[in-house]
């Protein structure tokens, strides 16, 4: 079946830092992708998202492109904020895995000030 | 557009009751989700409707568990003869067509079972 696999945390770096958070995954055929945040206390929100090879998801100064020949969709950021802590989960959605996401264990981050 | 809400948001309960959770999704949204979310993992996928049809149920969806949507918009996720393991966070999400746009989430209901 389908997986996902990312970079175990905690990843703690200084402000303005450059981040990147590895994720890698197994699927059959070609598969979305997508980067959820949630911050403490709250739901999972939409980071970003590639629905097909080479694609770049971008938003808020994060970004993820889409590899399908390393099977990755890592996510990096070039300046991290104290507000970026949160914990970070790479997901997809695709055709094994019928209509539902399968979710990555999570990459917990903490920016220090 | 409020969002996907859920309630309540902390039910703390003793092992053995039944508990139910309520989700209402963005109105305009025919899809709806629930997920179980146990700390330091990513969500589960336990179930989803389109309209008031479910489509799916995972296995970790016990005879315990039932979830219905009776009008294709809000739902309940009922837990009968609660037990310390399903103590966890429960996420409900709401999407327009297809799990390809993305989900919206609501805030979950943290589940304590003592």
């Known amino acids: 079946g389908d997986s996902v696999t990312q970079m175990e945390g905690p990843v703690t770096l200084s402000e303005e830092a450059f981040l990147t958070i590895n994720c890698t995954y197994t699927?059959?055929?070609?598969?979305?992708l997508f980067w959820y945040v949630q911050y403490p206390g709250e739901g999972l929100q939409l980071l970003l998202k590639?629905?097909?090879?080479?694609d770049k998801g971008s938003n808020k100064g994060f970004e993820a492109t889409y590899r399908k020949e390393t099977t990755s969709f890592h996510l990096e950021k070039g300046s991290v904020q104290v507000s970026d802590s949160a914990v970070y989960f790479c997901?997809?959605?695709?055709?094994?895995?019928?209509?539902?996401?399968?979710f990555g264990t999570g990459t917990r981050l903490a920016v220090r000030p | 557009d409020t969002g996907v809400s859920q309630d309540p948001r902390h039910k703390i309960t003793k092992r053995g009751q039944n508990v139910t959770f309520r989700c209402d999704p963005i109105s305009e949204h025919n899809r709806l989700y629930w997920y179980r979310q146990t700390l330091g993992q990513g969500p589960e996928f336990l179930t989803y409707?389109?309209?008031?049809?479910?489509?799916?149920k995972s296995r970790l969806l016990s005879d315990r568990f039932s979830a219905e949507r009776p009008k294709g918009s809000f739902s309940t996720l009922e837990i009968q003869r609660t037990e310390q393991g399903d103590s966890a966070m429960y996420l409900c999400?709401?999407?327009?067509?297809?799990?390809?746009?993305?989900?919206?989430f609501g805030s979950g209901t943290r589940l304590t079972v003592v």
């Open positions: 590639a629905t097909k090879a080479d």
């Open positions: 409707f389109q309209n008031e049809a479910q489509l799916e």
């Open positions: 997901a997809l959605s695709g055709f094994s895995s019928g209509d539902k996401l399968t």
């Open positions: 699927a059959t055929g070609y598969p979305s």
């Open positions: 999400a709401s999407s327009r067509d297809s799990s390809n746009y993305g989900y919206t």
